[in-house]
């Protein structure tokens, strides 16, 4: 997806790190709708603003950020929330991604590590700094007992072999370029086919898809 098309909402409680954010973003092409230093003015300005993806701060003044996502999630046109926090702690990662964000970097990562996350959240894909991917899909895997997303009492939903197919890749971590070269497809087409999946089970993101692979054994 170009960057002009990804419309940014930053919210971070320390001015200067939020105007840093805001102003990387910009650079790189990127529509900044707005900023807020805490999550009560972020949840007030979003409905108006429309941003496709939040970038959001774990710490804030008034509300934690965990609290912040689930209240942009449940919003009637909900953005992508990529956590950027200064904490890297194994709890603070679940909670924020059970909340429904979408994607989770420390504060340590790069500008060009930002801004890539950035474009790969705005079109669904689960980003986390290095090492915590896998703490999530651990997390999901122990959760797996306690019933998967998606499902109905009409039966499983009929997926094509290629959509199984990338769903298992997705189950098993790999970002979307690296399954359209496995697959010798288009990043494009492996987008569309994680679409229509997302949609015949009734999901919202790749980490509810990953769980309900997880669920079906795809991770094998």
């Known amino acids: 997806m170009a ?3 990804v419309r940014v909402l930053v919210v971070d409680d320390h001015p200067m790190w939020r105007d840093a954010v805001a102003r990387d973003l910009d650079e790189a092409g990127f529509e900044v709708v707005g900023t807020a230093g805490d999550g009560a003015k972020a949840l ?4 108006a603003a429309r941003p496709t993806l939040a970038v959001v701060d774990l710490n804030l003044p ?3 950020g965990v609290e912040l996502t689930s209240g942009l999630v449940a919003l009637a046109e909900p953005p992508r929330v990529l956590v950027l926090s200064a904490s890297g702690a194994g709890d603070d990662v679940l909670a924020a991604v059970k909340a429904g964000a979408t994607g989770y970097l420390v504060k340590s990562a790069g500008r060009e590590e930002l801004l890539d996350a950035v474009r790969r959240v705005n079109t669904g894909e689960a980003v986390y700094t290095p090492g915590l991917a896998g703490l999530v ?4 895997r122990r959760l797996s ?7 109905a009492d009409t039966g499983p939903p009929v997926l094509t072999p290629r959509e199984t197919e990338v769903l298992r890749l997705v189950a098993k971590g790999l970002a979307y370029k690296q399954i359209a070269r496995r697959l010798s497809i288009s990043h494009r087409t492996v987008q569309n086919h994680v679409q229509n999946t997302l949609t015949k089970l009734h999901l919202h993101n790749r980490v509810e898809l990953v769980r309900y692979a997880i669920d079906q054994g795809l991770d094998d």
């Open 3 to 5: 960057s002009e098309a």
């Open 145 to 151: 007992s306690t019933g998967s997303p998606g499902t």
């Open 62 to 64: 008034d509300m934690t």
């Open 137 to 140: 899909l651990g997390e999901y």
């Open 44 to 47: 007030r300005i979003a409905p």
